[in-house]
């Protein structure tokens, strides 16, 4: 079997630069070196209304503007499936299966949703002192839907964020556990790491660790040109680069972690021919002399050199929305050929194959007429 890639996003809202560094730009790469015999990408819903079951309409129209960002943004379904995770009835029933195969306990020490519980404000500090479990049930099993998510499609590969490490290893385990029970079936997944440090997590543009949309910290995919502006010039800094001939710190500033992630050396020549490249301006700034403004102007230029075709692509998809859905529509019904092939697989393996099982009903008669 070949390498399979799978990987996806919550529709909860537009996507932002952090998707577009940690995953999205990953995955428009790997679809055009065609190293894997399949991709799948996909829109966890599902997941999705864990913490959204009270606002479905909010998944619902977040569905069309994360398809858009994905074609926008180069994905193309002649070289990877798009689907909508909830058009796939075979991965809630896997679910339940492997669902029998962790503990609560276990799920409860997943650093990753352990660290989605406190963000998401479902349970302050006070309360978990006192043991209060103050989220849903499918919050704290959403690890469970993710590893169907991947085992159904047996993927090789998943392209994710080092924050997700421990999302995939709980997929490991669940996977070792039913194959040692029931036979290898699913496959392990390994997590294919962002290539370079700036892409790891890019932070939000207040300077916080993570770009979220929740935090109000994010320049997003869809950003206008005026709007990318205004956000690049409220960016945090170095709150002690005062004026321009001090010293200013380029390690955790979020202007150069940006560049880091966007900046090319031929972007100097055409927007900053102060400097040959990147290493040459942070120098500059280190020991003073270039203000944070001029950084900025230049930061600007560098991330609508990127979006503004992602703009005009999206603008073209726009003026046709049913074809969108019928890309989607396709691509949920080639996932889900997919997921049923291995689902047959499961049950078989489970032995709960009950009408297809030609020797359990000869059995069964054979018993019953003695």
């Known amino acids: 079997m070949g390498k399979i890639i799978l990987t996806g996003d919550r529709p909860t809202g537009k996507l932002h630069l952090g998707h577009y560094v940690g995953s999205l730009r990953r995955r428009v790469e790997l679809q055009e070196e065609g190293d894997y015999e399949k991709m799948l990408v996909f829109m966890a819903d599902v997941q999705a209304l864990t913490d959204n079951a009270e606002n479905p309409?909010?998944?619902?129209?977040?569905?069309?503007?994360?398809?858009?960002?994905?074609?926008?943004?180069?994905?193309?379904?002649?070289?990877?499936?798009?689907?909508?995770?909830?058009?796939?009835?075979?991965?809630?029933?896997?679910?339940?299966?492997?669902?029998?195969?962790?503990?609560?306990?276990?799920?409860?020490?997943?650093?990753?949703?352990?660290?989605?519980?406190?963000?998401?404000?479902?349970?302050?500090?006070?309360?978990?002192?006192?043991?209060?479990?103050?989220?849903?049930?499918?919050?704290?099993?959403?690890?469970?839907?993710?590893?169907?998510?991947?085992?159904?499609?047996?993927?090789?590969?998943?392209p994710a964020g080092e924050d997700?490490?421990?999302?995939?290893?709980?997929?490991?385990?669940?996977?070792?556990?039913?194959?040692?029970?029931?036979?290898?079936?699913?496959?392990?997944?390994?997590?294919?790491?962002?290539?370079?440090?700036?892409a790891m997590r890019l932070p939000g543009t207040d300077g916080r660790a993570k770009m979220s949309?929740?935090?109000?910290?994010?320049?997003?995919l869809s950003?206008?040109?005026?709007?990318?502006?205004?956000?690049?010039?409220?960016?945090?800094?170095?709150?002690?680069?005062?004026?321009?001939?001090?010293?200013?710190?380029?390690?955790g500033n979020p202007v150069f972690t940006y560049l880091d992630a966007f900046c090319k050396d031929e972007d100097f020549g055409l927007f900053l021919p102060d400097y040959a490249n990147l290493d040459e301006m942070k120098a500059h700034y280190s020991r003073g002399g270039l203000g944070d403004m001029k950084c900025k102007k230049f930061l600007n230029a560098v991330l609508n050199k990127t979006l503004e075709p992602i703009r005009a692509r999206r603008h073209e998809l726009e003026q046709d929305i049913p074809h969108i859905y019928e890309i989607l529509k396709q691509g949920s019904e080639a996932a889900r050929e997919?997921?049923?092939?291995?689902?047959?697989?499961?049950?078989?393996?489970?032995?709960?194959?009950?009408?297809?099982?030609?020797?359990?009903?000869?059995?069964?008669?054979?018993?019953?007429?003695k």
Not at 91 to 105: Q, S
Not at 213 to 220: A, E, Q, R, T, V
């Open 57 to 158: 309409e909010k998944i619902r129209q977040n569905i069309i503007e994360v398809a858009l960002d994905y074609l926008s943004a180069g994905l193309d379904p002649s070289k990877c499936t798009l689907f909508i995770q909830s058009r796939i009835p075979e991965l809630a029933e896997l679910t339940v299966y492997l669902m029998n195969l962790v503990t609560v306990a276990r799920l409860e020490r997943n650093p990753t949703v352990k660290t989605e519980i406190t963000m998401r404000g479902f349970m302050s500090e006070e309360e978990e002192k006192k043991g209060g479990r103050a989220f849903p049930a499918g919050f704290l099993c959403y690890p469970v839907s993710q590893a169907a998510d991947i085992a159904i499609f047996k993927a090789t590969t998943v």
């Open 164 to 198: 997700q490490e421990p999302m995939l290893e709980q997929t490991r385990e669940l996977v070792r556990k039913f194959n040692s029970i029931y036979g290898e079936v699913l496959v392990e997944p390994e997590i294919l790491l962002p290539t370079t440090r700036a």
């Open 213 to 220: 949309k929740s935090l109000g910290n994010c320049i997003y």
């Open 223 to 251: 950003d206008s040109a005026d709007d990318v502006w205004k956000k690049v010039k409220s960016m945090f800094t170095d709150p002690n680069h005062i004026n321009i001939n001090d010293p200013g710190k380029v390690e």
């Open 338 to 369: 997919v997921a049923a092939a291995t689902m047959d697989e499961v049950r078989n393996a489970m032995r709960i194959n009950y009408f297809e099982d030609t020797d359990l009903i000869r059995e069964q008669s054979e018993r019953f007429k």
